[in-house]
C-alpha cells in the first residue's frame, strides 16, 4: 500500500490527511474540515482531525516566530521581503486583537475568513508579546468556535448541494 492509498483509503489515513491539510497556513481548519467530509470521514471524526491539525503549529508559533524571522533575516537575507511582509500582517491584525487582548484574540481567530484563523491569532499573539498560556487558550477557543462554525456550514452545503434540503 502507498501513502496515498493510506491517507485516502483508511479511516486513520483520512484522519490524518485531513489534520496535515488543516495545518497549511492559509486553508487551515476552514479549507480541512470540509476536505475531510469529502473524503468520507464523518462529522465526529472530521472535526477532532481538523481542529488537532489546526492547533498543533499554534504554540510554535507563539514561542519561535520572532526568533525564526531573526535568524531568517540574518541568514537569509533574500527572505527579508517576506519576513517584512509578515510582520507587518501580524502588526496590522494585532491591532484588530489588542484592544481586547484575550477576548479579540479569540474572536479574531474564531472568525472564518481568510485572513484570520489560527496561524494569523498566533503570529499577533507573539508579536503583541503575550504569554503562551495566556494566548494558547484562547487560540483553542477560537479554533473550536470556528470548528463550528465549518461544520454547521459543511453540512448544510452538503445538504444543499446533495439536493436533501
Known amino acids: 500500500m502507498d501513502i496515498f492509498q493510506f ?3 483508511t479511516t486513520g489515513g483520512k484522519c490524518l490527511f485531513t489534520m496535515l491539510v488543516s495545518m497549511v497556513p492559509i486553508i487551515e481548519l476552514r479549507g480541512g474540515l470540509p476536505f475531510g467530509v469529502a473524503l468520507g470521514l464523518p462529522y465526529y471524526l472530521a472535526f ?8 498543533i503549529p499554534a504554540p510554535f508559533i507563539i514561542v519561535y516566530i ?13 527572505l527579508n521581503g517576506l519576513v517584512d ?3 507587518k500582517k501580524a ?3 494585532g491591532q ?13 481567530v474564531a472568525i472564518p475568513l481568510p485572513g484570520t484563523g489560527a496561524w494569523t491569532g498566533s503570529l499577533a499573539a507573539a508579536f503583541l508579546g503575550m504569554r503562551l498560556r495566556k494566548a494558547l487558550p484562547a487560540v483553542v477557543m477560537g479554533v473550536l468556535t470556528a470548528g463550528c462554525i465549518m461544520l454547521a456550514l459543511t453540512h448544510v452545503g452538503i445538504n444543499l448541494f446533495s439536493g436533501t434540503m
Do not use: C, S
Not at 477532532?48 to 492547533?55: F, R, Y
Not at 520572532?66 to 533574500?78: Q, V
Not at 484588530?96 to 479574531?108: E, N, S
Open 7 to 9: 491517507l485516502t483509503d
Open 48 to 55: 477532532p482531525a481538523a481542529v488537532l491539525g489546526n492547533l
Open 66 to 78: 520572532r526568533r525564526i524571522f531573526e535568524l531568517m533575516r540574518r541568514y537569509m537575507p533574500k
Open 85 to 87: 511582509k509578515l510582520e
Open 91 to 93: 502588526h496590522l491584525k
Open 96 to 108: 484588530k486583537v489588542q484592544k481586547y487582548q484575550y477576548l479579540g484574540l479569540w474572536i479574531f
